[in-house]
Every structure is written in C-alpha cells, then in structure tokens.
C-alpha cells in the first residue's frame, strides 16, 4: 500500500544526518499537530458514531430476543453465489450490525479505549453465536482475548476466549494440516502461549502449544513441540523428564521433514538430561540414532563420538550385541582415520579409567627399597629419619611452597631424579562380557626446562597433551625434553577390574607434568584419558591416596647417587630367641659417588655387627665377648667390599645409629655388604625397620641427602619357656640354688641348651657337683664329680625333648664371696660387644641336628641360639 518497488539506497553518513535540530523540531511538531488535530478527532467522531448507530438500538428487550431467536438473520446476511442460505455458508455484508460492531471494537482499541471494545465483541459473539457462524464467533473470541489481556484481565477470562476462537476454529474447515483455519487456531494458541509466558504461567503456555502442534505439519509442529518443552523449564521445580519425552518428539518431527541438523539439536538437548542418571537404555536409543544419523550425514566424527558411547552402556545387552556394536564402533573408527588421513583419537569410553584415583610412586629424598616399605606407615619412618633428616634437611620449606602456590601451581607438588622410573597406578575396569584387546597402553606425560613457571609448563602441557606421550621416547616438540614412556599390551577379560602400573623415565632435569594415559583398544581405535585428580582436603588429617601419591607435577632433579638394598639369609620363619646373621647387600645404581652412609635401625630386633668378620661367626663367641678376627675395611673379595661401621649411637629406646669409617663412601656401580643380626624376643609377626642415609659426592641444588627405607616381615614361633626359681642353699649361706624350668614349647624338634650368661656385674654361676635337693640336675658326667668355679657364663648340655620339660639347678654366687666371679670390666666398642639381651640372666640353646640343617639351609649358614 504505497510502498516502492525499491527503496533508495542509505545514505553514507546515516539517516537523517543532514538534518538540523531545528528541523527535527519542526517534523516533530508537524507530527505532533497532524496527530492531535486530525486523526485522534476522526478516530473518536468515528467511535461515537459507530457507537451510537450500532449499540444504541440493541439495548432494548426487543433487540435481545431477536438477536437470541435469530430473527435477524434475514437481514444481516447476504448468501454468496451457490451457496446455502445459513450463516454458516453466507458472507456478513460491509454495512451489518455485526460487522460494524468488529469495526467499533477494532477503532475502541486504537485510542485505548477497552471497555467499549470488550463490551461491542460481546454483542458481536452473542449475534456470531446465535446465528451459528463458528468462523466470525471464532474470530471474534480472539479478539476479547486480545482486548482482555490489553486491559490486563484476568488469566483464566482471556485463557477462556483463546480456548474457544481455537475450539470454533477447528472445525470449522475439517482442512488437512497447514490449511487456512488450522493456521488461525494455531495462531489464536500462539497468542494464548504468549501472553501466558508473559504473566509466567509456563503450565498453560505449554498446554497452548501442545494443542497448536496436532494441526500442523511437521516442521511446524516440531518447532511447536520444542517451545512447549522450553516451557517445562519454567516450572518450579522444572519437569527435566518431560521436557525430554517432548524434545523426542520434536527431534522425531524434525528427522521426517528431512532437517536432520534441527533433529540433532534436539536429540542432544535430551541426551544432556538422561546422562549421568543410568537410564541406560534411553542413553542407548539416544546415541543409536545420533550415531546413524551423523554416519548417514557423513559427520563420522560424531558418528565414532556416539558409538563409542554406546560400548559401555550396553553392559546389560547379550555378548553377541555388544560384540556386533564393537564391530560397528571400530568400522567407524576405521573410515574415519581413512577419511581424515590420520589416526582418530577421542575420549574412548572402553575400557572404564578410574581417572580420579590415581597412584604416582616415585623416589625423591625418601625411597622405597621395597614394597614392604612402600606400604609401611609414615610414622615408623619418621621416628628413625629424625636423627640425620630434621625437617627442611631436603632444602625445601614453607616459602618454597609458597612460591608454588603464587605460582598458580598444584600446592603439592613432588620431586624425582632424572634416570629413574616413576610408576603411575591406575585402575581399569571392563564392563562388557567379551574380552577386550589393549595395545600401546602408556602415561601422557610432559618434561618442560625448569626455567619456565611451572604454571605456564602445566598449561602447555594441558594444550599439546595430543602430541606428548605416544609410549616410546618424546621430545621433538619445541621446549620439551625427553621423556622414556614404556608402553603395556594386555587382555582384559568380561568385568574385570584390575590395576595396572605404567612406568616413565624422564632424561634430563626440569618440570614433568603426568596429564592421563593413552591405549589402542583392539589395534583400531585410540583412546586417551586425562587424570581428574580429587582437591586436597583443606581440614583434618589426609586420606588415603592423597598426599604424595596424589602428585601430578614433578620437579626433576639432574642424575644423583642411587643406592639398592638386598637382605639376604633371612627366612621366613624363626624361633623365639633364635639368632640368624643375614648380608645387607648395597649397591649404588646411580649417576654418581655417594658418601656420608649410615644405618638407622628400629627395635632390638636389629643389631650391626662391628666387623666384617661378624659375616661368620659364631653367636655365642659374641655373647661370651670373645675376640673375633677382623678383615681390613679395604680389603676385596670378588669384587665386594666388605666395609666396617663405627661405634653405635643409642639415639632413642630400642634404636640405634650407625655410620661408616672413611666417610662412608660408594662410587658409582659399587657394591658393598654389611652383616646385620636379626634376633626376635617374642613370638607372634616381628616387623623389621631399619633406614640408609647418605649424600651425593657433589651436591646437588634442591635435594641434599637421599634415605632408602627398608621393610621385612617375619614370622616368629615360640621355642623355649623357662621359669626361675631362687631359694636359698643349705650347704653354703653365701650362694643360693637357682632353679630353671626349661619347656619345649615346640611339636616336633628337640632343644639343647647350650649356655646360661648372668648379665649382672660381679654376679656368677656355676654348676653343682651332683644332684641334689631332689632335683634332676643336668650336666656332663665328667663335672659331677667336682665342683665348677663360678663364671658369668655356664656351659650346659641340657637337652629338653619336643613338648615336654626339664630342669637345671645351679649355684648362684653375689660379688664378693668366696667363688665370686669378678666384677666384669666394661668392653669397648667396636670389639665384639654383646647383644643386648633382657633380664639378668640369658641362656643359649640349640635345635635338634635335623631342624638346625634345616635353619642352616633357610638362613645361609646362620648360627641359631637364644
């Protein structure tokens, strides 16, 4: 209506640019006058003269039953050519009651006027609805309900006129979908929907929608079904379930019509509701159609993205489906790496990662030796490294993670020596019934200079963990060095969970970052998992699996000293009291000398023999404090050198220090013994601690000494009970009878008691000269005819068969009588100095000759005793 067929092009400097403010005032005050002194006045003489034409003559009782009788028809209506003479069939003429009273309502609503439009659309729908024209009743009701929500009525009232323009809309042409009148009822619910979701009433908003999408085509009806979905979000709390049957159904409408982009979209919005919720056969159907239509589409990326998805979802689904779903997932895989020309590598879902639990085991100053001290408490080596390793001896403390944290980097963070392994535990699970094949499985791990911040060498390592970790040597990225990632084939059979251990090696010193692990499932498909580490607890005492097995960034300090231990000759099994000398194997494995080495051992258990000779002696030769000859420190026996500690340092109950002579030196590849006595007190499971310090021959910055923690555990049976008993003698007032009931408390080996030592200073022993006071003395026969003189240590044959007992009576002499054993001189460290042994009195014994062949076979040559 008057517009040109092409407007003039805008203007470079914009509309209305060379307009002057006078000139903007004076259009605005054209309009403003045109407004008020022409159209308002003709809009409102119009509305007056409508008004009183039209209503004036209908409010009398006449007007009323005429127009509820129909009596008026024949007047109002003026049937088309052909057509039936009813108001169904016939055309409202231009100057009808009826009409006028449409345009008197239409003229009322542009001046505001509100209630003259409300109450000439009532007259109008009671004539509409007398007469039966559904089409101008139904358009009429859209109209109150336009009128009514202008005037801000209630929502029942305006929800009621929509209702029923889109009840008398519909059947009032019977047309397929997408004709005329179905669009008009669509159209009166559109408003309905609108002005509900403009009030906040997204129930009835929904319902309106819902109604309009069954008269609609299909791409219609989908985008009404996806706005009525929209509406269940609204909801307090919001339907999360419903809209996802609705958005189905859109995605259903949207895939017949051919608009597969649209019917994607769909299908993603509810696949982001079922997830996570083990609604596995919904998330399956989900991923199904995703996976076909993607693959039809030729998008094989999304395709490999959705079956993969399926693989572990279908764990309730028979063994043939899944291994038919695998077949398809790695056919998939396999086109896209054609298509692409590269290796295809997502988030492969099989087998099952256990990304947030995950165990890093490395070797800073503290290492473990074996995996006995890997799993003892950290409290049984904190007692033994408090003698030589205080805190903050590594050259670390809190304003060192103080810088970490300013960083930006990980609080914790772990340190590591170049050329040594690092073992990452992680946990895998296979939730199929078929077995599945793993290849190339290997740590994603990232070794930057130490130079850069750390936060800067995480987040790189973060952005190219796509080039980093491929299960063989890395490094020819810009910036990285090399890093040794050994790569693991295996099987995992239907529902096993198991762990496994990868293993990497950094070459050189700077800031290893361990991102996730990598594998190929069945040769075809590449997967990659990155670690999801759980945040360190901010109170109270750590977790299990936090702390140092939770370090993912590593400082690597350059190649150091290394050194390995082996205790050999110690069986699993031994006796109460029994003595076995086992060899502390050392060796240094690393890239450098060490010195400084020293032992620290917990317990009375443990005992360090002064000499290298102790390698071979005989037990009771230490008790009795004989000499033993010694070897030179430096002398060598193939290859080994037995080496010689100095004097003990008692620096805590039941633990003791020792050191080396010479400074304790090692070079590279060196390998030296140590003879350490193992001797248990009491039965039950005996525990062996003990810890080697020592110190790289040249320093190195940040790590100062290294301790390797060693960890045993032996069984330990009883062997020999014994109950003393003193009384005073009748033949001589200055001795007492000391009487010792001996029990065998094993089934099926004999015992010989071999030896008694009074540890007490001046105090001495010595055997009776024959039996007597009705007890059964054992001694040899050649002695009973003569008395023994007194000694702190008593040579006895007693021998005590398997369960039962025996007794021994000797004489017990106090210092300073006659037969008195002189007081004993103190002995100097390091010849020969006992073991330390509980209560006044000691005693030796030995196993029958088959259990001591048998001790000398399990315990290398070991002499046993007690």
Request: glycine residues 10%; charged residues 20%.
């Amino acid at each position: 209506a008057g517009e040109p067929a092409q407007r003039p092009p805008k203007p470079p400097e914009g509309l209305g640019a060379a307009l002057s403010d006078a000139d903007v005032a004076g259009i605005k005050a054209a309009l403003e006058g045109f407004l008020e002194k022409a159209l308002l006045p003709a809009l409102q003489a119009r509305v007056r003269g409508l008004h009183f034409q039209v209503l004036a003559g209908r409010k009398g009782m006449r007007s009323r039953f005429q127009s509820l009788l129909g009596l008026r028809k024949s007047q109002t209506l003026s049937p088309e050519v052909g057509a039936r003479p009813t108001a169904a069939g016939g055309r409202y003429d231009a100057s009808s009651p009826e009409l006028q009273l449409r345009a008197l309502a239409d003229a009322a609503i542009m001046i505001q006027d509100y209630e003259t439009a409300t109450a000439a659309l009532q007259f109008a729908a009671t004539d509409f609805r007398a007469e039966r024209a559904w089409k101008h009743l139904a358009g009429t009701q859209e109209m109150l309900g336009v009128a009514s929500f202008l005037a801000g009525g209630r929502l029942p009232d305006v929800a009621g006129y929509f209702r029923e323009a889109f009840q008398r809309y519909t059947p009032a042409t019977g047309s397929p979908p997408g004709a005329p009148g179905a669009r008009l009822a669509t159209r009166s619910m559109l408003m309905l929907a609108a002005y509900s979701l403009e009030t906040g009433a997204f129930a009835e908003a929904n319902s309106a929608l819902m109604r309009a999408h069954f008269g609609e085509d299909n791409l219609r009806a989908a985008l009404l079904l996806e706005q009525a979905a929209f509406c269940l979000l609204g909801l307090s709390p919001p339907h999360a379930r419903k809209f996802a049957f609705h958005m189905v159904l859109s995605g259903l409408r949207y895939n017949v019509c051919g608009q597969i982009p649209l019917a994607t979209r769909a299908y993603k919005q509810v696949l982001s509701v079922y997830e996570g919720r083990h609604w596995c056969f919904i998330e399956e159907h989900l991923h199904k159609v995703l996976g076909d239509t993607a693959r039809e589409g030729g998008n094989l990326a999304a395709a490999v993205e959705h079956y993969g998805a399926m693989l572990p979802a279908g764990g309730s689904v028979p063994a043939p489906w899944q291994a038919d779903r695998l077949r398809t997932f790695l056919d998939t895989v396999h086109q896209a790496a054609l298509h692409q020309n590269a290796p295809v590598v997502g988030d492969l879902r099989l087998p099952e990662v256990d990304a947030a639990n995950v165990r890093v085991h490395f070797d800073d100053a503290r290492c473990a030796g074996n995996p006995a001290a890997r799993s003892a408490p950290e409290g049984a080596w904190k007692r033994l490294e408090a003698s030589f390793a205080p805190p903050g001896a590594d050259g670390s403390s809190w304003l060192d993670a103080a810088a970490v944290r300013s960083a930006g980097g990980p609080t914790t963070m772990g340190a590591c020596v170049a050329g040594e392994r690092i073992s990452v535990d992680v946990e895998l699970y296979n939730p199929l019934q078929i077995e599945l094949s793993l290849s190339q499985l290997c740590v994603i791990c990232e070794l930057r200079p130490a130079d850069r911040p750390l936060r800067s060498a995480i987040d790189a390592s973060d952005a190219s963990s796509s080039n980093v970790g491929s299960g063989k040597e890395s490094g020819a990225g810009q910036g990285v060095l090399p890093v040794d990632a050994l790569e693991h084939n295996m099987k995992l059979r239907g529902g096993e969970r198991c762990w496994v251990r990868l293993e990497a090696r950094p070459l050189a010193a700077g800031v290893l970052t361990l991102t996730g692990i990598e594998w190929a499932l069945n040769g075809a498909a590449l997967g990659r998992r990155l670690f999801t580490p759980r945040p360190p607890r901010r109170k109270g005492a750590p977790k299990a699996g936090e702390g140092r097995a939770a370090v993912l960034a590593l400082a690597v300090m350059p190649a150091m000293p290394r050194l390995e231990a082996d205790l050999g000759g110690l069986p699993p099994t031994l006796l109460a009291g029994e003595m076995v000398c086992c060899t502390l194997r050392l060796r240094n494995a690393g890239g450098g000398a060490l010195h400084g080495l020293r032992l620290a051992v917990g317990g009375p258990a443990l005992h360090a023999g002064p000499t290298a000779a102790d390698l071979g002696a005989d037990p009771l030769a230490l008790m009795t404090g004989t000499d033993i000859a010694a070897s030179p420190p430096s002398a060598e026996d193939d290859g080994v050198v037995r080496a010689q500690p100095v004097a003990v340092e008692q620096f805590r109950a039941g633990q003791q220090l020792y050191a080396f002579t010479a400074g304790g030196r090692l070079d590279a590849g060196a390998t030296l013994e140590w003879p350490l006595w193992v001797h248990p007190r009491v039965a039950g499971e005996l525990d062996l601690h003990y810890v080697l310090y020592y110190e790289p021959a040249s320093p190195v910055e940040g790590m100062k000494y290294r301790c390797l923690r060693m960890a045993h555990s032996v069984s330990v049976l009883p062997a020999l009970g014994c109950s003393p008993t003193l009384r005073a003698s009748a033949a001589d007032l200055h001795r007492s009878l000391l009487r010792l009931q001996l029990r065998n408390l094993q089934s099926s080996s004999q015992v010989t008691v071999q030896q008694m030592v009074v540890t007490t200073p001046g105090w001495g022993a010595s055997l009776l000269p024959a039996a007597s006071d009705g007890a059964a003395v054992s001694q040899p026969a050649e002695e009973r005819g003569a008395s023994s003189p007194a000694s702190p240590s008593v040579q006895l044959q007693a021998e005590v068969p398997a369960g039962t007992c025996n007794a021994v009576v000797l004489y017990l002499h106090p210092p300073g009588t006659p037969g008195g054993a002189a007081p004993a001189a103190p002995r100097s460290a390091p010849t020969a100095a006992p073991l330390p042994v509980a209560g006044p009195v000691a005693w030796f014994h030995t196993r029958s000759a088959a259990a001591a062949a048998a001790a000398t076979s399990n315990s290398g040559g070991g002499a046993s005793g007690g």
